[in-house]
């Protein structure tokens, strides 16, 4: 059995679930202090209700069912955490000149392109925040994957780079620094 996937899942207090089945799988509705979230899973794994507690339990133990029975579990915790706490992805500017700032949901990057560069965010639930010095970015949201991917699309704009760590990173990442070309000796 699937470590992972035979934990069960804790409801907290504020939070409502409803599951409900369809004719390919089932369909979760998680609803929160932050939001709600619906996702559809996969037949083989049942998710049931049970005492303040969400058990997943899986049809048959074939290579498939056992690696969606813990990813299914994984997903569900998100979607509970994402409601009650949400995700965030803090992102560092480091350049002279580099800034970014928010205007209405668009943040706006100058990045040392000839022209700023725009990026709005996918949904209503997932939020940009930079903070007053225009060089720290904060994206807030109630989906894992939505905030990651977000912070993964601003951190695209511009990479850091190895020389002088110029770009956009996370601000738990570390830069891997080269040693540029020395001055030759004569």
């Keep these: 059995m699937s470590r992972v996937g035979k934990q069960p899942i804790d409801i907290p207090?504020?939070?409502?679930?409803?599951?409900?089945d369809t004719s390919n799988g089932q369909t979760l509705n998680i609803k929160g202090p932050k939001g709600a979230?619906?996702?559809?899973f996969r037949k083989e794994i049942s998710i049931k209700k049970e005492?303040?507690?969400?058990?997943?339990?899986r049809a048959n133990d074939e290579k498939l069912v056992k690696s969606l029975h813990g990813m299914t579990r994984a997903m569900i915790n998100n979607m509970?955490?994402?409601v009650t706490?949400?995700?965030?992805?803090?992102?560092?500017?480091v350049g002279v000149g580099y800034r970014a700032q928010v205007q209405g949901q668009k943040l706006v990057l100058q990045i040392g392109y000839s022209h700023p560069v725009e990026i709005e965010p996918p949904d209503?639930?997932?939020?940009?925040?930079?903070?007053?010095?225009?060089?720290h970015i904060v994206v807030v949201g109630i989906h894992k994957q939505a905030v990651g991917d977000l912070a993964s699309k601003i951190r695209d704009?511009?990479?850091p780079e190895p020389y002088k760590g110029k770009g956009i990173k996370y601000s738990d990442?570390?830069?891997?620094r080269k040693v540029g070309k020395s001055a030759a000796k004569k």
Aim: aromatic share 2%; glycine share 4%.
């Design 157 to 159: 704009v511009r990479l």
């Design 80 to 82: 509970v955490i994402g």
């Design 51 to 57: 005492d303040k507690k969400i058990v997943l339990t």
């Design 37 to 40: 979230l619906v996702s559809n």
């Design 85 to 93: 706490q949400g995700f965030k992805k803090e992102l560092d500017i």
């Design 173 to 176: 990442e570390k830069i891997r």
């Design 13 to 20: 207090e504020k939070v409502d679930v409803t599951i409900t």
């Design 124 to 135: 209503k639930d997932t939020k940009i925040e930079v903070d007053k010095n225009q060089t």
